[in-house]
Nanobody, 128 residues
Framework: QVQLVESGGGLVQAGGSLRLSCVASGRTFSSLAMGWFRQTPGKERVYVSSINGRGGMTSYEDSVKGRFTISRDNAENTVYMQMNSLKFEDTAIYYC?????????????????????WGQGTQVTVYS
């Protein structure tokens, strides 16, 4: 069983930055592709970004391209998401997810059913 613990959320003014972290345990981290999703009240959880196990394949939802950067440190069992130029509409609960698909060799992208484990979420609130 894989456990995921997110941190780094908070309150930030529009235009500011935050870095989210997600620490994984319970499985060799490089065998997991990782993703970030977000959800606002009353709406479905949506894809933000993802990365394969070795870190060479990344993808982003269009609205965050150029502003968010996903990365990982396999020695630290941690995936990060650097969020710059934050906008009010980025306000959401952000969830980290892990996929065992193909032992992390590929980036599962926005397919939520490809992710096997989910964290508890961290709140990001952007005010203008």
């Amino acid at each position: 069983q894989v456990q995921l613990v997110e941190s780094g959320g908070g309150l930030v003014q529009a235009g500011g930055s935050l870095r989210l972290s997600c620490v994984a345990s319970g499985r060799t981290f490089s065998s997991l592709a990782m993703g970030w999703f977000r959800q606002t009240p009353g709406k479905e959880r949506v894809y933000v970004s993802s990365i394969n196990g070795r870190g060479g394949m990344t993808s982003y939802e269009d609205s965050v391209k150029g502003r968010f950067t996903i990365s990982r440190d396999n020695a630290e069992n941690t995936v990060y998401m650097q969020m710059n130029s934050l906008k009010f509409e980025d306000t959401a609960i952000y969830y980290c997810a892990a996929s065992r698909l193909f032992n992390g060799a590929f980036n599962p992208g926005n397919r939520q059913d490809a992710y096997d484990y989910w964290g508890q979420g961290t709140q990001v609130t952007v005010y203008s």
